[in-house]
């Protein structure tokens, strides 16, 4: 039965997301997972460890998508009512905003909403083996090489605070608030990722700074230097903290994470 010129852009709309869009979508995760991989910001999802393993993997599926377009089969379509038609016009809508945006809107880096969901130094450190590399760059006496990282997995270790008293921390992070006393304590945090961003965990070395947020704003990535001290705060989260001497804004790395 021939179909009515209304009824032909209907069918042809259904013929095409039932034959392509699975092929498209594929076709723009692909894209997309190359373009991070060329533009140096895979990072921003996954650990490197998995940089080579993924840019493999998006290859071989580029050229699987590749085939399929290319196998190119006519089949039958049944004609549907205007509900049917309309959820697949909404579905290609949709998959086409997607495609756009993950090519076209830059990715970004977790931010302190994302560390006080998970909890700062909840999880996330090496434990002995990052303590252990810790100590050996104290050893050394350069402590401003310690990151914060290095800095959390002694803290985990030790919280006495002779143990501190001649040793200048300089560490670099985005700003978080301490959330027992967001007034007077605040984190320089980053992200451990371990496999990818799904999995991060927020660690973070705090800072007693008493009415930090009127120079400071929350996700603003800054340089502290100064000493640790037992915290003034009683409601802190932490026994000890650095009492700065100087805090410089810069910019975010462009490796925002440890791995």
């Avoid at 009515?4 to 034959?19: H, N, T």
């Avoid at 990072?43 to 050229?63: C, D, E, N, W």
């Avoid at 999995?199 to 929350?218: C, F, R």
Wanted: charged residues 15%; contains cysteine.
């Amino acid at each position: 039965m021939s179909l009515s010129r209304k009824g032909r852009p209907a069918v042809a709309l259904r013929y095409w997301a039932e034959r392509w869009q699975g092929v498209v979508l594929s076709l723009v995760v692909v894209v997309a997972t190359l373009w991070l991989g060329l533009s140096g910001q895979l990072g921003l999802y996954i650990h490197p460890r998995y940089f080579v393993f993924t840019s493999i993997m998006a290859v071989i599926g580029l050229v699987l998508v590749s085939a399929g377009f290319a196998r190119r089969r006519d089949f039958e379509v049944e004609h549907t009512g205007p509900v049917e038609t309309t959820l697949t016009g909404v579905g290609v809508l949709l998959l086409l905003v997607m495609g756009v945006a993950m090519v076209v809107v830059p990715p970004t880096t977790l931010t302190s909403a994302t560390a006080t969901q998970r909890e700062v130094n909840s999880g996330g450190l090496g434990t002995d083996d990052d303590a252990d590399q810790a100590a050996a760059l104290i050893g050394t006496g350069d402590f401003e090489q310690l990151t914060v990282r290095e800095w959390v997995s002694l803290l985990e270790r030790s919280s006495d605070p002779a143990f501190y008293s001649d040793k200048t921390a300089q560490v670099i992070g985005f700003v978080t608030p301490d959330a027992q006393d967001p007034e007077n304590v605040f984190y320089v945090a980053r992200f451990v990722v371990t496999c990818c961003a799904v999995d991060a965990q927020p660690i973070g070395v705090p800072v007693y700074l008493p009415g930090w947020q009127s120079e400071y704003e929350v996700d603003d990535w800054v340089q502290v230097t100064g000493r640790f001290d037992v915290s003034a705060s009683a409601m802190a989260s932490d026994p000890l903290a650095i009492t700065p001497v100087e805090i410089l804004p810069v910019d975010q790395p462009n490796d925002p994470y440890v791995y």
